[in-house]
Each structure stands twice: as C-alpha cells, then as structure tokens.
C-alpha cells in the first residue's frame, strides 16, 4: 500500500524534499515505514534513530499500525511560540 | 468565541483584544510572544517561522480548547504567525477574559506552554554574522498512551 | 522605564503597549482589570474608586520596583484608575515585558495580587436595583515588624 | 501636639468628616491617638476596634509612636484592582 511522508524544516532539508510517496506492506507500523525511508538513497539515511511523527496530522508512536493513503510526518523538535 | 489561527499577516494586539471581553468579565490578559534581538547569546537579525499548517491548526485548537475548560469561558484568541519575522515582530498573540483573575492567568500560561511543547512549528533564526541555523527544539511527545492498530 | 500612577482618565491597552517592550524582550503581558457587570452574584452598574492618592502612588511605585525585580527589566507600567468607571472599564492596567515568559508572567501577577492586598483604594458599587455599597475588602497587614518609635 | 486624621470610604462616610486636625498627649502611640478619635462625638465612636492605619502614608502598627504634625490615615479594608 502506499502512504505520503512529508518532512518539515531540518528533515526537509536532510532529505531534500518536503514530500514523498512511497509503498509499505499491508499493516506496516510507523517503525516499519521508518525503517524504509531510512534505507532509501540520498539524506534519508541522516534521518535520526527517534523521530516524532504524526499520521494524519495527530502526533503517534512507533507501533501504530498505517493504512492505504495515511500522511505520515516526520517532525524536528518544535520550536513555537 | 474561541479563534486559533495560524496566520501569515502580521498580528495585531488591538484586534485581539477586541475579540475578547464580556460585560460579565473583570480580567482580561494579552499575551504577545516577541522576535527578540538574541537567543542563547547569539545576536539575531530576524527569523523565519515553518509550520505543518494543517497539524498546527488542528494542535492550536486542541490547546485552545483546553485552555478554555481552564478559563471557564470561551473568550480566548490565539493566533500563531509565520513566515519571514523581524526583530520586534509578534509571533505569537493569546488573549483571554473571564470573571476573575486567576483564571485568566492559568489560561494563557497553559496556551503558551503547549504551543512550546507540541506546536508543529519550526523557528530557523538568520544571525548578524549572516549565518542562519535551526533553533534546538523540544521533542513532541505523543499522546499519553499513544494510539496502537 | 518604570511607571506607577493613579490616575483619573481612562486608561489605553494600547497606550500601555507602547511603554514597554525592547529589542531584547520576547515575552510582553498586559493585564487588564475591567469593571464587570456582577459581584458576589448581585447586578452591578458602575462603580466608583476612592483613593488616598498620595500614599497610593506611593505603594503601587513601592509594588512595581518589588516586580520589576522579578521581572529582571525596568519594562514595566502600572495604572490605576480612580473616579466613577462604567462596566467594561479599564480600572488597572498592568504592562510588563522582558526576555523569557516566566519573568513577564511572574511580576504581572504580583502586581495584581499586592494591589488587591496593600493599595489604598476603595471601591462603592452602584447596583442595579439603585443601591450603592462598598465593596468589603481586604485588611491592609502592616509590613512585617512594624514599625516602633 | 497636633496630629492630622484622614478618613476614607465607609470610614469617612461613618464620621462624617474626610480631615480633623486633634491634639494628643507628646509621645502617643497610633492605639493612643486612635483612643481618643473613639471618644469624640459623633460616628466616631462606632469606627471598628481594629483599624488599619498609615503614618505619612506607610502603613503603621499601634505602638507606632507620632510626631507633631504626622498625618494619620484611618483606612478600611482596600477593594483596588
């Protein structure tokens, strides 16, 4: 199945994009589509070993299991206010 | 009426003011929170605000609404800027108002407090010496529990 | 520059905003006391403030210095209004800023509550159904120790 | 000695007089000066037992000793803010 990262600010800039497309097995976990986006060419690799993630807009752990189409990012330390 | 907005304009304290305040309420408190000419000793020339809009409107509400249940009325604003910000320039702007003081005080800490701890917000500062870097920021951490399949 | 004064005009937000707030502050606060339409559950419709002016300048001067030392900066303007006021009037006004939040957030605080505590200010209350009474207070405590001869 | 008292709100409104300039013993106290403001006629007698008072507008304590001239405000409870 297939599921849309997004990466904000110093993870844009890591990556060198501010979206991506990529494919997941059917049930994946937040880890496990991690894991693939780290394995991928380019700055993904840099990503760090714990990142904070959000899947549709609502902040989630590792072990939150992903379906078709979910929006996955991932998201540096905030700095608002 | 409880507004949170990520916005692009400038922010206005008049405005905000203005969109809080019943007959029935004796504090109203405003907030701004400020581009200043410094951090961790660096000197600052500006900045510039990145924001997962979508989530950040979403997360700016939550915080509003939680903070509301703390002010026991639905007069609280808060509007969070961004974009290319100077020194001086508000970036964030909270009002609230209610019967009694404490109230008021409780709420608008809570606002600024979450927008530190979850907003999806990034600040990436431009230094007098030309140099631009991402400010170091706090880890958002999921909900307690988190959400499993 | 610290201000502390009682005054007989009506007091501007905007006005306030303007005496505080330099390139080094992040954090600005204005509390607003505002003549509400209720006490203790009885109808109000307007009010008047009496004050023994001298010694209340003298005391809301002696309360700002003592926040401005919590607040770590010298931005800080403190109004309270004396006279007849209507609901939705402004009677205190208290302008703070400084580098962090906390600071802002602490000193704004201790304004209001030592105001409530030791200014020598009172206030009649004008109720709907015609009457007027004044407003039971708090007792003024001596400073600690007293003074003797 | 002269000594100056100013009434204020309910207490001003008791006695009916907002200043009144009164002699008392060299030396008195507040307690003393408070004493014989008691004794006088009028609403005087009925200003409560415990009274806050300023000397020179700071707040003063009953064994506060007065000079000629001192200014001695009777002050009810505050209500600012």
Known sequence: MHVRARFFASYRELVGASELEFEVPPGATVAEALSRLRARDGGFGRLPTSVAVAVNREYATPDRGLEEGDELALLPPVAGG | ?149
């Open chain 2, 1 to 149: 009426m409880i507004r949170a907005e990520v916005v692009e304009d400038p922010i206005d304290p008049s405005v905000l003011l203005g969109l809080v305040g019943e007959d029935e309420d004796g504090a109203v408190l405003l907030f701004l929170g400020v581009v200043r000419d410094h951090n961790d000793g660096r000197p600052v020339r500006g900045l510039r605000y990145e924001a997962y809009v979508e989530m950040a409107t979403e997360v700016l509400r939550a915080i509003a609404d939680e903070a509301a249940g703390r002010l026991g009325t639905d007069r609280l604003v808060v509007l969070h800027r961004v974009g290319v910000l100077e020194i001086g320039d508000v970036s964030v702007g909270i009002a609230v108002s209610s019967p009694h003081r404490a109230e008021a005080f409780e709420a608008s800490r809570h606002v600024i407090e979450e927008i530190k701890k979850r907003l999806p917000v990034w600040k990436e500062e431009e230094y007098a010496d030309g140099n631009r870097d991402w400010v170091a920021g706090i880890s958002p951490a999921p909900p307690p529990g988190g959400e499993s399949p």
